[in-house]
């Protein structure tokens, strides 16, 4: 079958939950045994996410083939469990720099260049990406923002061109939309949501599916007035109101036959979908028989969005044994060497995860000093296992100034310094190390048996690394190498023996975990915190 193309848009306001909307149908897809990709089209002009500030733009999502990316991509690559490539997303600032370095080069012959034809025709290309595979039944892509953007306009007029250039029977328009609730009349309110359907019915797209979203059931009267307003059928206005789980939208979203009527949409077989595997991780989650606490010491815990794959890989590591993993914010400018305990006492297992900057660098190392006497299980993620190998270097090596050549340039002994071949880099974005590396493990470490493989791959982002200078006193002092680069030149993780959990690596392992997959640094971890508490 050629590509079918879903593309999902909002109305009314943002931050409604389509990236989990459009994540949920690629499940309810997949489970009906189409192959699913997903896209996400971001208007802002940045190039990237990569030089964004986590607590204003939340966290920065890396792809295998080394993208950094809307956090989006996270969503959509654990609810469809399919990795994402460098083309899943697309920016305003990836357009004009595309059409501005095709008008450099002289690609249009001297021409004038403008939005139309030329910045459509740009976007129209990278929906057009995914006609490469094909193995690709079906293409999910959403475009950030809402119907009414400035910024959003020649996205909207990409996608009328396109869907008259593939056909209409190949491409369906879901507007997700907003149904306020007003409490001084204690009604909900369609009008806003018939705006937004009038409003894309003037740049020339007419909606196929309209998702309410909601805090309070959408009654048929209000189904029909949208429906009669904004010209779709009525089994096309779709119910989508919070979920207790986040994981649940995709069942519920099936009982409201969202790929019922997207299937019809787009003129494919509405098969009967398997989501027995699905269920039971459903299941697993909501009927859960033990706690864990916790404790996240991070700098950027102002908005938790900053560490979302984080605290969703943390979830997944749970669910197997049945445990709700609570997370304790800690706020690591706040963490020092006399209340460590206090702030940390309560807890089952503590995470330092990545980060970049010297901003609440010496709480995150007390706070691994205090996992490390205490025996507390540890997990260090990458600035998490820098800050590991700091602490072990000044506490247990003796070197007091030993510390990171990225934050201190004064340091004897920088026990992590700048890659070798990240030196002479001077612009910010997109120059890190990243995407997937393989890593050996070492025989005997938790690591070699936690993933039960020699030889793994995981995903990078970061400039610094263990200095190889001081590799050798490290390992004589008990630090275990537990992972290396194939070629033996990069420390990729690191754990101590004697300790029932302290590992770190310079990885972001929670970019694969999957809820119905977790990741087993994850579930070693969650386990290790689960032991801990019935021990004490």
């Known amino acids: 079958m050629s590509t079918k193309y879903v593309f999902v848009l909002g109305g009314v306001v943002s931050g409604l939950g ?43 999502f890396v792809t295998e083939d080394g993208i950094e990316t809307d ?38 012959g001297g021409g004038t260049v403008q939005v139309i034809p030329h910045i459509t025709n740009e976007i129209k290309s990278r929906f057009y990406t995914n006609e490469d595979d094909s193995k690709t039944h079906i293409s999910i892509i959403e475009v950030g923002g809402t119907i009414g953007d400035i910024e959003s306009q020649p996205f909207l007029e990409a996608i009328r061109q396109f869907r008259q250039d ?74 989508n109101l919070d979920v207790e789980y986040l994981y649940e939208l995709p069942l519920i979203l099936e009982k409201e036959h969202l790929a019922d009527v997207a299937c ?52 997944h590591g749970g669910i197997n044994s049945h445990t709700v993993v609570r997370i304790k914010w800690v706020n690591s400018e706040r963490v020092t060497e006399k209340n ?43 600035l998490g296992m820098q800050m590991a190998v700091v602490e072990y270097a000044r506490d247990v090596v003796g070197w007091e100034d030993a510390h990171s050549a990225e934050l201190s340039a004064k340091t004897k002994h920088p026990v992590i310094d700048l890659m070798p071949d990240q030196r002479g880099i ?4 997109g120059t890190l190390r990243l995407g997937a590396y393989p890593c050996i493990l070492q025989k005997g470490t938790t690591a070699r048996r936690l993933y039960g493989a020699e030889e793994i791959s995981e995903r990078h982002r970061h400039r610094y690394e263990v200095n190889n200078d001081f590799r050798d006193a490290l390992a004589s002092h008990g630090l275990c190498l537990s992972g290396l680069s194939p070629d033996g030149r990069i420390v990729e993780m690191i754990e101590l023996p004697d300790h029932p959990f302290f590992v770190a690596t310079q990885a972001h392992p929670e970019f694969k975990s999957r809820p119905n997959r977790p990741h087993p640094l994850f579930k070693g971890f969650i386990d290790a915190a689960l032991a801990h508490k019935k021990a004490r």
């Open 264 to 315: 019809r949409a787009l003129s494919i077989e509405n098969r009967t979908p398997d989501l027995a595997d699905w269920t039971a991780m459903i299941d697993a989650l909501k009927n859960p028989t033990s706690t864990v606490t916790v404790a996240l010491v991070g700098k950027y815990t102002a908005l938790h969005d900053a560490y979302i794959s984080v605290v969703e890989a943390l979830k």
């Open 340 to 382: 460590a305990e206090d702030i940390l006492k309560d807890a089952d297992g503590v995470i330092v995860p990545g980060g970049f900057g010297s901003r609440g660098i010496a709480g995150m190392i007390h706070a691994i000093r205090y996992a490390r006497e205490t025996k507390l299980p540890f997990l260090g993620l990458c």
């Open 166 to 239: 593939v056909g209409p029977e190949n491409v369906a328009i879901i507007l997700v939309s907003l149904i306020p609730y007003l409490k001084a009349s204690q009604e909900l309110k369609s009008k806003p949501t018939q705006m937004a359907a009038r409003e894309l019915m003037r740049t020339g797209l007419q909606p196929d599916i309209i998702v309410c979203r909601s805090d309070y059931p959408v009654g048929e009267d209000i189904r029909a007035k949208i429906a009669r307003f904004c010209n779709v059928p009525p089994e096309n206005v779709i119910e």
């Open 426 to 429: 001077t612009d910010m974005g």
């Open 18 to 60: 389509k990236g989990i909307t459009a994540a949920s149908l690629g499940r309810l897809l997949k489970a009906r045994g189409y192959s699913i990709t997903m896209q996400k089209f971001d208007p802002y002009i940045n190039v990237d996410p990569g030089t964004m500030n986590p607590i204003q733009h939340g966290e920065v």
């Open 71 to 108: 956090l989006d991509l996270g969503h959509y690559e654990r609810f469809i469990d399919e990795n994402l490539k460098k083309d899943a997303n697309v920016t305003t600032g990836k357009v004009y720099w595309s059409v501005i370095q095709k008008e450099r080069r002289g690609d249009f």
